[in-house]
Protein backbone atom coordinates (compact mmCIF):
# COMPACT_ATOMS: atom_id res chain seq x y z
CA UNK A 1 0.00 0.00 0.00
CA UNK A 2 1.63 3.47 -0.55
CA UNK A 3 2.14 6.12 1.80
CA UNK A 4 1.43 9.03 -0.45
CA UNK A 5 -2.42 9.90 0.90
CA UNK A 6 -3.91 13.01 -0.34
CA UNK A 7 -0.58 14.15 -2.08
CA UNK A 8 0.91 13.80 1.53
CA UNK A 9 3.68 11.11 1.98
CA UNK A 10 3.31 9.64 5.49
CA UNK A 11 7.15 8.69 5.91
CA UNK A 12 8.03 12.22 5.60
CA UNK A 13 5.70 13.59 8.08
CA UNK A 14 6.42 11.15 10.42
CA UNK A 15 10.45 12.11 10.46
CA UNK A 16 9.17 15.46 10.12
CA UNK A 17 6.71 15.27 13.15
CA UNK A 18 9.26 13.23 15.22
CA UNK A 19 11.65 15.78 14.77
CA UNK A 20 9.64 18.66 15.79
CA UNK A 21 8.54 16.63 19.07
CA UNK A 22 11.71 15.88 19.68
CA UNK A 23 13.29 19.43 19.34
CA UNK A 24 10.98 21.03 21.77
CA UNK A 25 12.72 18.66 24.98
CA UNK A 26 15.44 21.00 23.67
CA UNK A 27 14.39 24.25 24.40
CA UNK A 28 12.14 23.56 27.41
CA UNK A 29 15.34 22.09 28.82
CA UNK A 30 16.94 25.71 28.16
CA UNK A 31 14.53 27.27 29.74
CA UNK A 32 13.13 25.22 32.46
CA UNK A 33 16.04 22.63 34.07
CA UNK A 34 17.90 24.25 36.75
CA UNK A 35 21.64 23.14 35.61
CA UNK A 36 21.05 24.87 32.11
CA UNK A 37 23.64 27.03 31.14
CA UNK A 38 25.52 26.08 34.27
CA UNK A 39 27.64 23.36 32.21
CA UNK A 40 27.20 21.91 29.08
CA UNK A 41 25.50 18.42 29.21
CA UNK A 42 27.90 16.83 26.69
CA UNK A 43 30.96 18.09 28.75
CA UNK A 44 31.58 14.01 29.80
CA UNK A 45 33.05 15.79 33.48
CA UNK A 46 29.93 17.02 34.28
CA UNK A 47 27.36 15.01 32.58
CA UNK A 48 25.41 12.06 33.22
CA UNK A 49 24.20 9.63 30.87
CA UNK A 50 20.51 11.10 30.90
CA UNK A 51 21.41 14.85 30.74
CA UNK A 52 23.68 13.87 27.90
CA UNK A 53 21.11 11.57 25.86
CA UNK A 54 18.35 14.48 26.76
CA UNK A 55 20.83 16.81 25.00
CA UNK A 56 22.60 14.54 22.25
CA UNK A 57 19.14 12.82 20.93
CA UNK A 58 18.18 16.69 19.60
CA UNK A 59 21.19 17.06 17.41
CA UNK A 60 19.09 14.67 14.91
CA UNK A 61 16.28 17.93 14.31
CA UNK A 62 18.09 20.44 12.47
CA UNK A 63 19.64 18.67 9.70
CA UNK A 64 17.17 16.71 9.50
CA UNK A 65 14.67 19.09 9.28
CA UNK A 66 17.11 21.15 6.20
CA UNK A 67 17.31 17.32 4.32
CA UNK A 68 13.65 17.26 4.75
CA UNK A 69 12.87 20.81 3.46
CA UNK A 70 14.99 20.07 -0.13
CA UNK A 71 12.72 16.54 -0.15
CA UNK A 72 9.49 18.97 -0.08
CA UNK A 73 10.86 21.58 -2.57
CA UNK A 74 11.52 18.77 -5.50
CA UNK A 75 8.01 17.32 -4.91
CA UNK A 76 6.58 21.12 -5.08
CA UNK A 77 8.55 21.20 -8.46
CA UNK A 78 6.79 18.62 -9.62
CA UNK A 79 3.91 21.16 -9.84
CA UNK A 80 6.11 24.06 -10.65
CA UNK A 81 8.37 25.13 -13.43
CA UNK A 82 11.99 25.55 -12.16
CA UNK A 83 11.48 29.19 -12.76
CA UNK A 84 8.56 29.23 -10.57
CA UNK A 85 9.88 26.70 -8.17
CA UNK A 86 12.73 29.01 -7.56
CA UNK A 87 11.32 32.15 -7.10
CA UNK A 88 9.46 30.48 -4.43
CA UNK A 89 12.53 29.03 -2.75
CA UNK A 90 13.69 32.93 -3.01
CA UNK A 91 11.22 34.33 -1.41
CA UNK A 92 10.38 31.87 1.17
CA UNK A 93 13.97 32.56 2.40
CA UNK A 94 13.56 35.83 2.49
CA UNK A 95 10.67 35.06 4.81
CA UNK A 96 12.01 32.53 6.86
CA UNK A 97 15.07 34.97 7.44
CA UNK A 98 12.54 37.47 8.73
CA UNK A 99 10.67 35.38 10.87
CA UNK A 100 14.24 34.12 12.84
CA UNK A 101 15.46 37.65 13.27
CA UNK A 102 12.30 39.32 14.20
CA UNK A 103 9.64 37.01 15.29
CA UNK A 104 11.78 34.13 16.39
CA UNK A 105 14.46 36.42 18.31
CA UNK A 106 11.69 38.01 20.10
CA UNK A 107 10.54 34.73 20.95
CA UNK A 108 13.35 33.74 22.20
CA UNK A 109 14.31 36.57 24.92
CA UNK A 110 10.90 38.69 25.28
CA UNK A 111 12.55 42.06 24.74
CA UNK A 112 11.59 44.48 21.65
CA UNK A 113 14.63 46.12 22.03
CA UNK A 114 16.32 43.20 20.51
CA UNK A 115 19.19 42.90 22.86
CA UNK A 116 20.41 39.83 21.25
CA UNK A 117 20.15 38.53 17.38
CA UNK A 118 20.60 34.53 16.95
CA UNK A 119 21.66 33.15 13.63
CA UNK A 120 19.94 29.82 14.32
CA UNK A 121 17.88 26.64 12.49
CA UNK A 122 15.50 29.39 10.67
CA UNK A 123 18.55 31.78 9.72
CA UNK A 124 20.29 28.84 8.00
CA UNK A 125 17.12 27.15 6.90
CA UNK A 126 16.33 30.64 5.02
CA UNK A 127 20.08 31.13 3.17
CA UNK A 128 19.51 27.30 2.30
CA UNK A 129 16.45 28.12 0.27
CA UNK A 130 17.75 30.81 -1.33
CA UNK A 131 20.91 29.43 -2.26
CA UNK A 132 19.23 26.08 -3.67
CA UNK A 133 16.82 28.52 -5.58
CA UNK A 134 20.27 28.43 -7.53
CA UNK A 135 20.39 25.13 -7.67
CA UNK A 136 18.18 23.56 -8.77
CA UNK A 137 19.20 25.14 -12.37
CA UNK A 138 22.16 22.89 -11.96
CA UNK A 139 21.41 18.66 -12.85
CA UNK A 140 20.63 16.45 -10.41
CA UNK A 141 23.65 14.67 -10.51
CA UNK A 142 25.82 17.96 -10.11
CA UNK A 143 23.59 18.91 -7.33
CA UNK A 144 24.11 15.55 -5.62
CA UNK A 145 27.97 15.43 -6.08
CA UNK A 146 28.76 19.18 -5.45
CA UNK A 147 26.69 18.58 -1.93
CA UNK A 148 28.77 15.41 -1.13
CA UNK A 149 32.04 17.12 -1.75
CA UNK A 150 31.08 19.79 0.54
CA UNK A 151 29.92 17.80 3.28
CA UNK A 152 32.56 15.63 2.93
CA UNK A 153 35.16 18.07 2.59
CA UNK A 154 34.22 21.42 4.65
CA UNK A 155 35.97 19.70 8.05
CA UNK A 156 39.10 20.94 6.32
CA UNK A 157 38.40 24.52 6.67
CA UNK A 158 38.35 23.77 10.82
CA UNK A 159 41.40 25.32 11.36
CA UNK A 160 40.34 28.45 9.65
CA UNK A 161 39.67 31.27 12.04
CA UNK A 162 39.26 35.06 12.27
CA UNK A 163 39.75 36.67 15.46
CA UNK A 164 38.38 39.30 17.39
CA UNK A 165 34.83 41.30 17.85
CA UNK A 166 35.74 42.73 13.69
CA UNK A 167 32.95 42.68 10.36
CA UNK A 168 35.66 39.91 8.76
CA UNK A 169 35.58 37.66 11.97
CA UNK A 170 31.54 37.88 11.54
CA UNK A 171 31.45 37.20 8.04
CA UNK A 172 33.95 34.61 8.63
CA UNK A 173 31.39 32.92 11.57
CA UNK A 174 28.39 33.12 9.00
CA UNK A 175 30.29 30.76 6.53
CA UNK A 176 31.89 28.01 8.91
CA UNK A 177 32.82 29.34 12.51
CA UNK A 178 30.69 29.49 15.03
CA UNK A 179 31.17 32.91 17.25
CA UNK A 180 29.42 35.53 19.72
CA UNK A 181 29.99 38.93 18.95
CA UNK A 182 29.10 42.25 20.91
CA UNK A 183 28.72 45.88 19.21
CA UNK A 184 26.96 48.53 20.62
CA UNK A 185 25.22 47.10 23.24
CA UNK A 186 23.65 44.55 20.81
CA UNK A 187 24.84 40.52 21.10
CA UNK A 188 25.12 38.64 18.00
CA UNK A 189 25.22 34.82 17.65
CA UNK A 190 26.24 33.00 15.13
CA UNK A 191 25.09 29.47 16.00
CA UNK A 192 24.30 27.68 12.30
CA UNK A 193 27.21 29.20 10.25
CA UNK A 194 25.92 28.17 6.81
CA UNK A 195 28.53 25.70 5.64
CA UNK A 196 27.69 22.66 5.38
CA UNK A 197 24.23 22.81 5.95
CA UNK A 198 24.17 24.81 2.83
CA UNK A 199 24.83 21.71 1.01
CA UNK A 200 22.00 19.31 3.15
CA UNK A 201 19.32 20.73 2.01
CA UNK A 202 20.21 20.37 -1.40
CA UNK A 203 20.78 16.89 -1.12
CA UNK A 204 17.56 16.30 0.38
CA UNK A 205 16.55 18.24 -2.86
CA UNK A 206 18.15 15.28 -5.08
CA UNK A 207 16.98 12.62 -2.60
CA UNK A 208 13.37 13.85 -3.48
CA UNK A 209 14.10 11.83 -6.93
CA UNK A 210 13.32 8.65 -4.88
CA UNK A 211 9.18 10.43 -4.14
CA UNK A 212 8.34 11.50 -7.49
CA UNK A 213 4.99 9.48 -8.74
CA UNK A 214 5.62 6.39 -10.40
CA UNK A 215 8.60 5.37 -8.77
CA UNK A 216 8.52 2.20 -7.36
CA UNK A 217 8.18 1.83 -3.44
CA UNK A 218 10.33 -1.57 -3.08
CA UNK A 219 13.15 0.28 -4.37
CA UNK A 220 12.91 3.53 -2.69
CA UNK A 221 12.81 1.75 0.43
CA UNK A 222 15.89 -0.83 -0.56
CA UNK A 223 17.94 2.54 -1.46
CA UNK A 224 16.95 4.45 1.60
CA UNK A 225 18.43 1.37 3.27
CA UNK A 226 21.38 1.08 1.65
CA UNK A 227 22.14 5.01 1.70
CA UNK A 228 21.37 4.96 5.58
CA UNK A 229 23.02 1.73 6.47
CA UNK A 230 26.47 3.31 4.35
CA UNK A 231 26.47 6.44 5.57
CA UNK A 232 26.48 4.49 9.64
CA UNK A 233 29.09 2.49 8.75
CA UNK A 234 31.19 5.40 7.51
CA UNK A 235 30.06 7.06 10.42
CA UNK A 236 31.92 4.01 12.77
CA UNK A 237 34.71 3.76 10.75
CA UNK A 238 36.23 7.15 10.60
CA UNK A 239 35.04 8.11 14.28
CA UNK A 240 37.22 5.16 15.23
CA UNK A 241 39.85 6.23 13.24
CA UNK A 242 39.53 9.64 14.76
CA UNK A 243 41.36 11.21 12.06
CA UNK A 244 38.99 13.20 10.09
CA UNK A 245 35.57 14.35 9.87
CA UNK A 246 35.16 15.75 13.33
CA UNK A 247 37.34 18.40 15.50
CA UNK A 248 36.45 16.66 18.71
CA UNK A 249 38.12 13.30 19.03
CA UNK A 250 36.67 11.03 20.95
CA UNK A 251 39.13 9.52 23.51
CA UNK A 252 39.05 6.74 26.14
CA UNK A 253 37.23 7.49 29.50
CA UNK A 254 37.51 6.32 32.49
CA UNK A 255 34.56 3.62 32.08
CA UNK A 256 33.20 2.30 28.98
CA UNK A 257 30.16 3.99 28.96
CA UNK A 258 31.78 6.96 29.00
CA UNK A 259 33.98 5.95 26.67
CA UNK A 260 30.87 5.41 24.24
CA UNK A 261 29.26 8.77 25.24
CA UNK A 262 32.57 10.11 23.73
CA UNK A 263 32.57 8.27 20.70
CA UNK A 264 29.16 9.74 20.50
CA UNK A 265 29.93 13.27 21.40
CA UNK A 266 30.06 14.67 17.69
CA UNK A 267 30.64 18.66 16.75
CA UNK A 268 27.44 20.13 16.23
CA UNK A 269 28.65 24.02 14.65
CA UNK A 270 28.98 24.13 12.33
CA UNK A 271 27.69 20.12 11.96
CA UNK A 272 30.47 17.99 11.44
CA UNK A 273 31.30 15.31 8.37
CA UNK A 274 30.87 12.84 11.14
CA UNK A 275 27.79 14.59 12.96
CA UNK A 276 25.94 14.62 9.38
CA UNK A 277 26.69 10.77 8.53
CA UNK A 278 24.95 10.31 11.93
CA UNK A 279 21.93 12.33 11.95
CA UNK A 280 21.34 12.11 7.71
CA UNK A 281 21.99 8.27 7.86
CA UNK A 282 19.99 7.32 10.50
CA UNK A 283 17.15 9.58 8.65
CA UNK A 284 17.23 7.60 5.47
CA UNK A 285 17.03 4.21 7.29
CA UNK A 286 14.17 6.09 9.16
CA UNK A 287 11.99 6.84 5.85
CA UNK A 288 12.97 3.05 4.84
CA UNK A 289 11.50 1.14 7.98
CA UNK A 290 8.27 3.60 8.16
CA UNK A 291 7.51 3.59 4.72
CA UNK A 292 4.46 1.45 5.17
CA UNK A 293 3.73 2.27 8.58
CA UNK A 294 0.43 2.73 9.58
CA UNK A 295 -1.46 3.38 13.04
CA UNK A 296 -2.60 6.45 15.28
CA UNK A 297 0.67 7.07 16.58
CA UNK A 298 1.77 7.35 13.02
CA UNK A 299 -1.07 9.95 12.50
CA UNK A 300 -0.84 12.07 15.76
CA UNK A 301 3.05 12.08 15.45
CA UNK A 302 2.32 13.20 11.70
CA UNK A 303 0.54 16.16 12.35
CA UNK A 304 2.91 18.26 13.85
CA UNK A 305 5.20 17.39 10.52
CA UNK A 306 2.76 18.89 8.24
CA UNK A 307 2.72 22.09 10.12
CA UNK A 308 6.21 22.36 11.45
CA UNK A 309 6.54 26.30 11.26
CA UNK A 310 3.24 26.71 12.80
CA UNK A 311 4.63 24.98 15.64
CA UNK A 312 8.23 26.04 16.01
CA UNK A 313 6.96 29.50 16.07
CA UNK A 314 4.31 28.93 18.67
CA UNK A 315 6.30 26.71 21.18
CA UNK A 316 9.09 29.19 21.54
CA UNK A 317 6.79 31.59 22.82
CA UNK A 318 4.94 28.97 25.12
CA UNK A 319 7.96 27.48 26.77
CA UNK A 320 9.28 31.29 27.87
CA UNK A 321 6.06 32.12 28.98
CA UNK A 322 5.78 29.01 31.33
CA UNK A 323 9.51 30.32 32.23
CA UNK A 324 8.49 33.45 33.36
CA UNK A 325 5.56 31.81 35.22
CA UNK A 326 8.15 29.80 37.07
CA UNK A 327 10.47 32.77 37.52
CA UNK A 328 7.40 35.08 38.77
CA UNK A 329 6.19 32.38 41.49
CA UNK A 330 10.01 31.98 42.44
CA UNK A 331 10.26 33.83 45.61
CA UNK A 332 12.30 36.87 45.30
CA UNK A 333 12.78 36.91 41.42
CA UNK A 334 12.66 40.01 39.47
CA UNK A 335 10.66 38.27 36.35
CA UNK A 336 10.41 41.86 34.54
CA UNK A 337 13.97 41.96 33.70
CA UNK A 338 13.19 38.44 30.86
CA UNK A 339 11.06 41.62 29.18
CA UNK A 340 13.09 44.77 29.56
CA UNK A 341 16.84 44.34 29.62
CA UNK A 342 18.36 40.69 30.22
CA UNK A 343 17.67 37.90 27.08
CA UNK A 344 17.87 34.18 28.46
CA UNK A 345 20.86 33.22 26.82
CA UNK A 346 24.31 32.94 28.08
CA UNK A 347 23.48 33.93 31.70
CA UNK A 348 25.19 32.16 34.37
CA UNK A 349 22.13 30.10 35.16
CA UNK A 350 18.31 30.79 35.11
CA UNK A 351 18.05 33.12 37.79
CA UNK A 352 17.76 31.78 40.66
CA UNK A 353 14.66 29.29 39.56
CA UNK A 354 14.78 25.93 37.49
CA UNK A 355 13.52 22.44 38.48
CA UNK A 356 14.47 18.75 38.13
CA UNK A 357 14.95 17.35 34.23
CA UNK A 358 11.90 14.66 35.65
CA UNK A 359 9.61 17.96 35.96
CA UNK A 360 11.25 19.39 32.53
CA UNK A 361 10.48 15.99 30.92
CA UNK A 362 7.06 16.38 32.26
CA UNK A 363 6.59 20.03 30.78
CA UNK A 364 7.66 18.77 27.63
CA UNK A 365 4.85 16.14 27.56
CA UNK A 366 2.44 18.53 28.44
CA UNK A 367 3.04 21.36 26.01
CA UNK A 368 3.73 19.08 22.98
CA UNK A 369 0.18 17.22 23.99
CA UNK A 370 -1.33 20.24 24.45
CA UNK A 371 0.11 21.99 21.06
CA UNK A 372 -1.68 18.64 19.02
CA UNK A 373 -5.39 20.23 19.14
CA UNK A 374 -4.28 23.18 17.62
CA UNK A 375 -1.81 22.16 15.30
CA UNK A 376 -4.47 19.54 14.12
CA UNK A 377 -6.38 22.39 13.44
CA UNK A 378 -4.31 24.24 11.75
CA UNK A 379 -3.10 21.46 9.36
CA UNK A 380 -7.04 20.95 8.58
CA UNK A 381 -7.39 24.45 7.79
CA UNK A 382 -4.25 24.55 5.18
CA UNK A 383 -5.59 21.74 3.45
CA UNK A 384 -8.92 23.08 3.06
CA UNK A 385 -7.66 26.35 1.89
CA UNK A 386 -5.11 25.07 -0.22
CA UNK A 387 -5.86 27.92 -2.94
CA UNK A 388 -4.51 30.42 -0.49
CA UNK A 389 -1.03 31.44 -1.13
CA UNK A 390 0.47 32.39 1.87
CA UNK A 391 -0.46 29.34 3.95
CA UNK A 392 2.78 28.33 2.09
CA UNK A 393 4.98 30.41 4.00
CA UNK A 394 4.09 29.36 7.36
Known amino acids: MSTITKNRITAIDLLRGTIMIIM ?10 SGSFLFDPLDLTQTNGTLFFTR ?8 IFMLLAGTSAYLIG ?5 RELSVFLMKRGLWLIFLEMVVVNLGWNFNLTFPMFLFITIWALGVSMILLAAF ?25 HA ?4 LPAFGWALVHDQQF ?7 FLVGYPIVPLMAVMPLGYCLGTWYKAGYDIQKRQKNLLLSG ?8 VLRYANVYGDPS ?9 LTFLSFLNVSKYPPSLLYLLLTLGAACVFLSVTEKLQGKLVDVVSVYGRVPMFYYLIHIYIIHAIAMAASALTPGQDWHRWILSEPIWFTRGLKGYGFSLPVAYLVWVAIVVGLYPLCKWYDAYKQANKSKWWLSYL
Open 249 to 257: KWAVQKDGF
Open 163 to 166: PGNT
Open 56 to 63: WITHFCAP
Open 181 to 187: FLWQGKQ
Open 24 to 33: ALDHVRDYLY
Open 78 to 82: QKKSK
Open 136 to 160: IHLPVKAIFIGSIVIIAGHNLLDGV
Open 229 to 236: GLALAFFV
